[in-house]
Antibody, heavy 121, light 108 residues
Framework: EVQLVESGGGLVQPGGSLRLSCATS????????MDWVRQAPGKGLEWIGR??????????EYGASVKGRFSVSRDESKNVLYLEMNGLKSEDTAVYYC????????????WGQGTLVTVSA | SYVLTQPPSVSVAPGTTARIACGGQ??????VHWYQQKPGQAPVLVIS???DRPSGIPERFSGSNSGNTATLTVSRVEAGDEADYYC???????????FGGGTKLTVL
């Protein structure tokens, strides 16, 4: 069974940093591109970024609103996806989901349950 | 940058057909994916690549895409279909995935 389990969310002050983790199991982690998507309270979905697989040199790509502040990485030995968030702003307050891309085609076929990040003084 | 437009809400009676539009310039040239999200839950893929239905998704869900509009159609709507629905495409001008604003489907 494919499982994605996020952790690391919580309350952080503006300007602070936080690292989210997504533990995966039940599939060949190294094969898939992995993405982060967030959802601010009462709002729609926003794509944050993704990291390609080893065959594609682990290239990371980001949405405009987080580029330069957030970093996506992966640990193949642990089957874990990470999201490093720096310079956090109040508008980064959201539920953060990790997702699996089915075939490097943007089809997010599995999602984690999400972890809430709240940026507030 | 590319803009995706969805109606904020669609309301239908049980047993009827709901059509949820996703508008974008020449969206027919893109591959569109659709997600269903119920309150307090993570999104679920319901249609990929315009028309493909993942295993486990009822045949009542179908998709189409042509010209400037992609459409998710839910036939014989049930109370359990009540949810937010999002379309998704690749924005080649910014090299990133993007979602429509979402449509709340209400079953009357």
């Amino acid at each position: 069974e494919v499982q994605l389990v996020e952790s690391g969310g919580g309350l952080v002050q503006p300007g602070g940093s936080l690292r989210l983790s997504c533990a995966t199991s039940g599939f060949s982690f190294s094969f898939h591109y992995m993405d982060w998507v967030r959802q601010a309270p009462g709002k729609g979905l926003e794509w944050i970024g993704r990291i390609r697989n080893k065959a594609n040199n682990y290239v990371a790509e980001y949405g405009a609103s987080v580029k330069g502040r957030f970093s996506v990485s992966r640990d193949e030995s642990k089957n874990v996806l990470y999201l490093e968030m720096n310079g956090l702003k109040s508008e980064d307050t959201a539920v953060y989901y990790c997702t699996r891309e089915l075939a490097a085609d943007g089809v997010f076929d599995y999602w984690g349950q999400g972890t809430l990040v709240t940026v507030s003084a | 940058s590319y803009v995706l437009t969805q109606p904020p809400s669609v309301s239908v009676a049980p047993g009827t057909t709901a059509r949820i539009a996703c508008g974008g310039q020449n969206i027919g040239d893109k591959s569109v994916h659709w997600y269903q999200q119920k309150p307090g839950q993570a999104p679920v893929l319901v249609i990929s690549h315009d028309t493909d239905r993942p295993s486990g998704i009822p045949e009542r869900f179908s998709g189409s895409n042509s010209g400037n509009t992609a459409t998710l159609t839910v036939s014989r709507v049930e109370a359990g279909d009540e949810a937010d629905y999002y379309c998704q495409v690749w924005d080649s001008s910014r090299d990133h995935w993007m979602f429509g604003g979402g449509t709340k489907l209400t079953v009357l």
